[in-house]
């Protein structure tokens, strides 16, 4: 088709966004309406783990008239997604299938890290500034209702992102809350920021400049885009202009404030939550010019929609950034990169070779790389229980870019490639998983214990493998003149695995030179 | 951007109130100025009666709301002086001195001047009932029997009926009776007996009875072959058959009074769930607002005009004592009298096409050529009527969204957006319910788009909105296409033919992509991070143009060009009139074509020497606002739905937008120059504040709205002729 119109929809904490674009090879995507209404979901679920009878009744009336906008439009594929104040709700389940019933739009819910990863393309998809910027040392912090995702570049590749409770909803309510008054606001409000942020800086930015801010919020960006940036590229400014305008908000009264910014009073709270934020981060980061890009959470689920049906090339290889946080993370918990780089390369020899075997794709693919790279972590922690604690660790760290499920899925394939494997139906298991994302997780398993098998000694033994399925048997050889007694003898184990799941049976061939 | 302040500037304040004029005493002005043309001999007879009937409904219209609202004020003892220095009594008094000296200068018009030309030159005769001949008093009492009796309600005032109500802008008939052979048996209240007792030592009743609204104001005789017509006042007839309607009594005076009352709305919107319920109730109760101002005939009895005075709770200056016909709004009714076309100004009527959309042509076809700007009404609205009937039944139109602020009767408009949501298209329409003096109007129509299955919105809590806008949105080959269509006049296929504005229509998408927006906004929405071309108010117009004038004055500052023409109905904002001192001061050029109130004054040495100021009045109402900005050789051109009031700017749903195509900038520019080289129908605010004249001396002679009317039969006669096709017939073979 010429030419496809997609909505997407952002079930938010504080704000319903829908925006309807046109997708083609010829023109790329073409925004053609955006619309958006303020429903607080975020403080009903931050406070209570529930939505209100009434904002649910009030969503549901909005999505309807969302739903009608796209009929009018003619727009046959949409997709909804839900963020933190669906994510954490207690009975989400239910009240999204009352909303399903009722408005036929079904609420996907996104992982923080899926959701950070689409806000992350969205912004990448602006190609020339992005490439541009993310050259020399930069951050990104995307602000939302509930937390913050900061991330950080290492050249051109998102090395580290991390999650902190700190959204613009939540610390509002927590500054009511405390009720500090006006005079000792910026303080507490200061302080609540910095105690997060001083173990970000801690952990990851002793040998780190880093030169640029990138933000994603819904208040100051679109100031920046308007307003505060001085001619050249849209939404730049120079730190200490926005620290100077910082200190303009705080010295004025609110209704002077919402007149001089041509905003709605009633946002100028969260305008100063997300300002100070931003400040704070500046602050900490010693940081010199501020992007705002102004891109929503809408113009990623468009883009990652464009990308997968073809229309737009991807702009940025997101797959390389997974890997890079992976590679981050192992090298926090001290793996050892060779190991790591090894177990990845004879795991997606394997995987190739044996494509008409378990029928996975690339994505299954990424996840294995992942584990790959992950496998060992969980000996930071204990020697003995390498796997239960690898599965702890890779369950508590984002991996930007991955969902909820994907994430489980890559745990439970390290620990399984420690520990015996569960199977799905076994009382032991506690998961959202289901049976077919259990059977990755046996594939996968399966594939990883070879490759693990083959590296045992941690000594990288052999630099040339061939793997090739022969007479029904995936023959992995070996060409080392060192002595490989030690895996051909506790291959076995390995081997039964495999062969259970994929029917050939792997067997070791030494060819000495 | 903040403009630099020189060292003189600082030395002068802006905001000084001897710098400015009253808005109400600036409105009088120019009533004044269209009473000029009722004034004026070189005016057709008809036309002249026309103008003074227009000072007449203004002057009622300012005091419902302006006066009204001063009263409002002085009741709740406001203290807070106008820009110019006044208090709320001080203002009161002025408006109301100087509208007695103009109420005498309308009627010293109508008597000395109307009156007998109509009888003179066009063979009408205004009778009082005295004069009619034996057949004509006959023939009016046959139609007192047959048409006006059955309608009156006289009503008597007495201990168990209370003093009655006093419609709002009604005219009626006091009488003073006597009962007779009953003495003290009267029925006039006990307190107001005593007053009259007192004063006439006789017991007299009062009545009224109102003159039928729905009936003509009067009554034209039957004509003798070659005699003048005769017509008679409907209260005239009324009077001298009152006897009649009061049997048993002796009326011993009646005469005719007309009361005002404070009209304006005052909506607690927050308060208000239904907007339109709400309004619909306050409706109601305009009939019972205070009483502002009484109209009564002179010579009226005393001792029943101190009656209606003391129910009514007027102070003397309230009272105006008319020397001739209350309520002189009939005379667009005899404008309108058959027969009389020597009398009138030839109607002009536009081409019905204008050259960029040729008539039968695909609209949209014609949009996507290049934007298509009109000037109306020298060019006809019919494209825009055509736009919104094309986009109802055109099967790629899925959705129109449109704003109405005030439609015509039979609206085609309306017509076309109800046949649009019937063929399944989504049309959303806001319908500003508090249109002043339209809302009864607008409620019906808006009821009837909704059953017709549109989505009607009853504008926003807070703000009206005035904007004028329109959106088509069409799926096309390539994908989404929208149109808009955004004016300075509303979608009002009537007041189009006598109002002037301007309008464009365009598919650029920057344009479609706020026009969107505007309407998100408008349907409860967030609003937009950006906006590509349109400011719009209340949120960003005023800063918009603060910005634009200061930026003029940095260009005068910096010794680069600097000049600003900006045309308007009224000027009255304080913080743009300070901003246009300030850029005067600077040395910007600015000249002022404001139809109405302009409050700023000219000619004030370090001040406003810079700035000159016009007005014109002709027989089309100056509407459209355009705006010119040098901007150091770099001109910007707008035109918008708001005029430099705090109202526009701060309370309502405006919208300016660019004109960028530089044919459209070039046609904007000659409206504007056209405009300020007019001899004829401008007249010129003075260092006083007076409007005045043109010289015409050395001046080459422009009417600016006859030469627009000219220009526009000029083009299509043009276009008529470049699209007629000449078959050349072959010649014969010996002929070669």
């Known amino acids: 088709m010429a030419v496809q119109l997609f909505g997407a929809i952002d079930v938010g904490s504080y704000e ?48 309807s008239e969302y739903r009608a906008i796209m009929d009018n439009y003619g727009v046959k594929e949409y997709k909804a997604c839900g963020t933190s104040a669906i994510r954490e709700m207690v009975n989400a389940s239910i009240v999204l299938d009352e909303i399903e ?17 689409l806000d992350y393309k969205s912004i990448a998809a602006r190609t020339e500034s992005f490439s541009h910027i993310i050259e020399k040392g930069t951050a990104i912090v995307d602000i939302g209702g509930s937390s913050i995702q900061l991330s950080l570049f290492d050249e051109d590749r998102l090395v580290i992102t991390e999650n902190m409770k700190l959204g613009v909803l939540r610390l509002n309510d927590q500054m009511k809350l405390i009720d500090a008054g006006s005079t000792h606001r910026d303080y507490v409000i200061e302080e609540l920021i910095n105690s997060q942020l001083k173990v970000f800086q801690h952990l990851y930015l002793k040998q780190r400049a880093v030169r640029n801010l990138i933000i994603v919020d819904d208040y100051v960006s679109p100031l920046l885009q308007n307003r505060l940036a001085a001619g050249g590229e849209p939404g730049v400014v120079d730190t200490r202009a926005f620290l100077h305008f910082m200190e303009n908000v705080r010295s004025q009264s609110r209704q002077e404030m919402a007149k001089q910014l041509g905003i709605a009073d009633d946002n100028l709270p969260l305008l100063y939550v997300s300002g100070m934020l931003i400040q704070c ?18 113009d990623g689920i468009i883009y990652d929609y464009a990308v997968q049906n073809r229309f737009i090339e991807p702009a940025h290889d997101f797959d390389e950034d997974i890997v890079a946080c992976a ?24 995987f190739d070779e044996t494509k008409k075997y378990h029928g996975l794709g690339a994505r299954e693919r990424l996840l294995l790389r992942i584990a790959a790279l992950l496998h060992d972590c969980g000996k930071y922690i204990s020697m003995v229980n390498s796997g239960g604690c690898a599965y702890d660790i890779i369950m508590s760290t984002e991996i930007i870019g991955l969902s909820h499920i994907e994430r489980e899925i890559v745990a439970n394939v390290v620990k399984y490639n420690h520990s015996t494997f569960e199977y799905f139906g076994s009382a032991r298991i506690k998961t959202d998983l289901d049976k077919d994302d259990y059977i990755v997780i046996a594939k996968l398993t399966a594939i990883l214990r070879i490759a693990n098998g083959l590296e045992r000694s941690h000594m990288q033994k052999c630099d040339d493998i061939r793997i090739a399925v022969r007479d029904g048997r995936l023959v992995i050889t070996m060409n080392t003149n060192q002595d490989l007694t030690m895996e051909i003898g506790l291959f076995r184990n390995r081997a039964d695995f495999f062969e259970e799941i994929f029917g050939i049976r792997p067997v070791i061939r030494q060819k000495k030179q | 951007m903040a403009a630099k302040e ?24 120019f009533n004044e100025r269209v009473l000029d043309e009722a004034r004026r001999r070189d005016n057709r007879l008809f036309e002249r009666l026309k103008f003074l009937s227009i000072t007449s409904s203004n002057l009622d219209e300012f005091f419902m709301v302006r006066v009204a609202s001063l009263k409002d004020m002085e009741n709740a003892d406001y203290r807070k002086t106008d820009i110019a220095g006044m208090t709320v009594t001080e203002q009161l008094a002025a408006v109301l001195a100087s509208t007695h000296d103009f109420v005498d200068k309308q009627y010293s018009v109508y008597n000395r001047s109307l009156v007998p030309a109509l009888e003179q030159d066009a063979g009408v005769k205004i009778c009082r009932y005295e004069e009619l001949s034996a057949e004509e008093e006959a023939f009016v009492n046959d139609y007192y029997e047959t048409e006006i009796y059955p309608v009156l309600t006289p009503m008597a005032v007495d201990s168990s009926r209370p003093f009655p109500l006093i419609l709002n802008k009604t005219l009626n008939l006091g009488a003073l009776l006597r009962r007779r052979n009953s003495a003290g048996q009267g029925i006039l209240l006990r307190q107001k007996r005593k007053k009259v007792e007192e004063n006439a030592e006789e017991d007299l009743d009062f009545a009224t009875v109102q003159v039928p609204s729905g009936l003509p104001r009067y009554k034209v005789m039957p004509q003798k072959d070659g005699a003048p017509i005769h017509v008679i006042f409907l209260e005239d007839i009324i009077r001298h058959n009152m006897p009649k309607l009061f049997l048993n009594y002796d009326v011993v005076c009646a005469s005719p009074f007309r009361l005002m009352r404070n009209a304006d709305l005052s909506i607690d919107e927050d308060e208000a769930e239904d907007l339109l319920k709400e309004i619909e109730k306050q409706l109601k109760r305009r009939q019972w607002g205070q009483a502002i101002r009484l109209e009564v005939e002179q010579g009226i009895d005393e001792r029943l005009l101190k009656i209606l005075v003391n129910e009514l709770r007027l102070q003397e200056n309230e009272i105006f004592r008319i020397d001739g016909p209350l309520d002189l709004t009939f005379l667009m009714k005899l404008y309108g009298l058959e027969g009389f076309d020597a009398f009138r100004e030839h109607r002009y009527a536009p081409p019905q096409s204008v050259p960029e959309i040729p008539a039968g042509s695909d609209i949209f076809e014609c949009i996507r050529r290049g934007d ?8 006809s609205f019919q494209p825009v009527v055509n736009f919104v009937a094309q986009a109802a039944t055109d099967p790629d139109v899925l ?6 602020y005030r439609v015509s009767g039979n609206s085609p408009i309306i017509a076309a957006l109800a046949r649009a949501a019937e063929n399944g298209k989504q049309v959303m329409v806001l319908v500003e319910l508090k249109a002043r003096f339209d809302e009864e109007h607008n409620i019906g129509w808006a009821k009837m788009l909704e059953k017709a299955g549109c989505h009607v919105i ?3 809590v807070g703000l009206k909105t005035h904007s004028k806008i329109t959106l088509v949105v069409r799926r096309e080959e390539d994908g989404i296409r929208r149109y808009v269509h955004l004016a300075t006049g509303n979608y009002n296929d009537s007041t189009a033919k006598l109002y002037t504005d301007v309008g464009l229509f365009t598919c650029k998408e920057s344009f479609g992509e706020d026009a969107t927006a505007v309407f998100n906004m408008l349907s409860g929405y967030s609003e937009p991070r950006t906006w590509n071309k349109l400011t719009l108010a209340p949120l960003w117009l005023k800063d918009r143009f603060l910005y634009l004038i200061a930026r003029e004055q940095d260009h005068a500052g910096a010794g680069e060009a600097a000049h600003i023409i900006a045309k308007m109905n009224s000027l009255c904002d304080p913080e743009v009139m300070e901003a246009l001192y300030r850029a005067s001061a600077a040395g910007v050029k600015i000249e002022l074509i404001v139809r109405g109130i302009c409050c700023l004054r000219t000619g004030i040495p370090g001040v406003s020497e810079n700035i000159t100021v016009r007005s014109i009045v002709g027989n089309f109402l100056e509407h459209s606002r355009i705006f010119y900005f040098e901007n150091g050789g770099r001109p910007e051109y707008y035109a918008s739905s708001a005029d430099w009031m705090p109202r526009n700017l701060d309370r309502r749903v405006e919208i300016m937008f660019p004109l960028e195509d530089e044919d459209i900038r070039a046609k904007a520019m000659h409206i504007l120059l056209t405009e300020l080289a007019d001899t004829e129908q401008a007249q010129v605010m003075n260092a006083e504040g007076i409007y005045e004249r043109v010289d015409r001396r050395g001046k080459a002679i422009v009417n600016s709205q006859l030469q627009f009317c000219n220009e526009q039969v000029e083009a299509a006669k043009q276009a008529a002729q470049a699209n007629t096709r000449v078959f050349q017939p072959e010649k014969a073979p010996e002929d070669r």
């Open chain 1, 281 to 298: 981060i500046i602050r900490a980061l010693n940081c010199e010019m501020l992007w705002a890009p102004g891109v929503t959470l809408c």
């Open chain 2, 399 to 404: 959705a129109i969204k449109q704003t109405l």
């Open chain 2, 372 to 379: 298509v700007f009109m000037h109306h009404p020298y060019e």
């Open chain 1, 101 to 117: 019933q009722q408005t036929g739009i079904r609420i996907e819910v996104l992982s923080n890290s899926e959701q950070r990863f």
């Open chain 2, 6 to 29: 020189t060292e003189a500037e600082r030395k002068i304040d802006f905001s000084d109130p001897k710098y400015y004029i009253n808005r109400e005493l600036s409105w009088l002005q």
């Open chain 1, 16 to 63: 319903i966004a829908l925006t309807i674009s046109e997708c083609s090879k010829k023109k790329g995507i073409r925004v053609i309406d955006r619309v958006s209404h303020r429903i607080n979901l975020g403080s009903d679920t931050f406070l209570t783990g529930k939505i209100s009878y009434e904002h649910v009744a009030e969503l549901k009336k909005l999505l």
């Open chain 2, 458 to 460: 009853y504008g926003l």
């Open chain 1, 327 to 350: 590679k981050n993370i192992a090298q926090r918990y001290l793996s050892l990169p060779d190991r790591g780089a090894a177990m990845e390369n004879i795991s997606l020899q394997i």
